[in-house]
């Protein structure tokens, strides 16, 4: 009997759950576990964007600046950011559980969404290079993945670009940024990013990745250290801020 028939009685016997809301859901994993209203329902940023951060413009004193409330007083080392969705509600969720509880399954979910975005907005054109933030080795050893990498890989793979691991690595462990106020961040994560074969980075357009983008001073300190080799442009991509 062919796989497809089989699938299809066992999801019968035993239908999927999709992740977010519990009720049966045939999605299986090209769709990522997740049903189709819950996919609707998560908060994608729309324009007018931030021509700095990428959030989702609202008031008209903004939209007439176009730079939103956050990044008025704000300088960062990137020439503009990204970012997909809202963080909060079930995408706030599902990046807790892809970074810390080994849910790298969900990463189909965050592909399809980069993939929209990307589509919709027509962006990224002249980027040459993507290049994840990453993490200390010693983080890396516990958490045994990093995430950052896996949404640029993603992403190279999206927009047919070369990924580079070994350019920016992470020379000290900065303490999470999570419970720390804004000037605490910027002292926990500064001068924490080096990078190697510099060359390979000059006169090209760079796009760094995160999974998410909050305050936006690790992705400038992280943008800082490729600036002293000259890029043409760092520009960032997240899949939520
Ligand atoms: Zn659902
Ligand atoms: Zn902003």
Not at 164 to 184: F, G, P, W
Not at 203 to 210: A, H, R, T, Y
């Given at each position: 009997?062919?796989?497809?028939?089989?699938e299809?009685?066992?999801?019968?016997?035993?239908p999927?759950?999709?992740?977010?809301?519990?009720r049966?859901?045939?999605?299986?994993e090209?769709?990522?576990?997740?049903?189709?209203?819950?996919?609707?329902?998560?908060?994608?940023h729309?324009?007018?964007f931030?021509?700095?951060?990428?959030?989702?413009?609202?008031?008209?004193?903004?939209?007439q600046?176009?730079?939103?409330?956050t990044?008025?007083?704000?300088?960062y080392?990137?020439h503009?950011?990204?970012?997909?969705?809202?963080?909060e509600?079930l995408?706030?969720?599902?990046?807790?559980?892809?970074?810390?509880?080994?849910?790298?399954q969900?990463k189909t979910i965050f592909?399809n969404?980069?993939e929209?975005?990307?589509?919709?907005?027509?962006i990224?054109?002249?980027?040459?290079l993507?290049?994840p933030?990453?993490?200390?080795?010693?983080?890396?050893?516990?958490r045994?993945?990093?995430?950052?990498?896996?949404?640029?890989?993603m992403?190279?793979e999206?927009?047919?670009?070369?990924?580079?691991?070994?350019?920016?690595v992470?020379?000290?462990?900065?303490?999470s940024?999570?419970?720390?106020?804004?000037?605490?961040?910027?002292?926990?994560?500064?001068?924490?990013?080096?990078?190697?074969?510099g060359?390979?980075?000059?006169?090209?357009?760079?796009?760094l990745?995160?999974?998410?983008?909050?305050t936006?001073?690790?992705?400038?300190?992280?943008?800082?250290?490729?600036?002293e080799?000259?890029?043409c442009?760092?520009?960032?991509?997240?899949l939520?801020?």
């Amino acid at each position: 009997m062919p796989k497809a028939i089989i699938e299809s009685i066992i999801n019968l016997i035993y239908p999927l759950l999709c992740i977010g809301c519990n009720r049966p859901n045939n999605n299986g994993e090209s769709k990522g576990y997740i049903c189709n209203d819950c996919y609707s329902n998560i908060k994608r940023h729309t324009p007018p964007f931030c021509l700095k951060c990428g959030r989702a413009l609202i008031e008209i004193k903004n939209i007439q600046s176009g730079i939103c409330p956050t990044c008025l007083n704000r300088q960062y080392n990137f020439h503009r950011a990204w970012s997909v969705c809202n963080y909060e509600g079930l995408i706030k969720e599902l990046i807790h559980r892809f970074k810390y509880n080994q849910k790298i399954q969900y990463k189909t979910i965050f592909k399809n969404l980069f993939e929209e975005f990307i589509a919709t907005f027509n962006i990224l054109r002249d980027v040459d290079l993507v290049i994840p933030v990453p993490l200390h080795p010693v983080r890396l050893r516990e958490r045994e993945y990093n995430q950052s990498q896996i949404l640029a890989c993603m992403i190279s793979e999206i927009i047919k670009k070369p990924v580079a691991e070994d350019i920016l690595v992470r020379i000290r462990n900065t303490k999470s940024q999570i419970d720390l106020d804004e000037k605490s961040r910027i002292n926990n994560i500064s001068g924490c990013f080096a990078v190697k074969d510099g060359i390979k980075i000059q006169s090209k357009s760079i796009l760094l990745v995160d999974d998410v983008l909050t305050t936006g001073i690790t992705l400038s300190e992280a943008a800082g250290a490729l600036k002293e080799l000259n890029p043409c442009k760092i520009s960032a991509l997240t899949l939520a801020s």
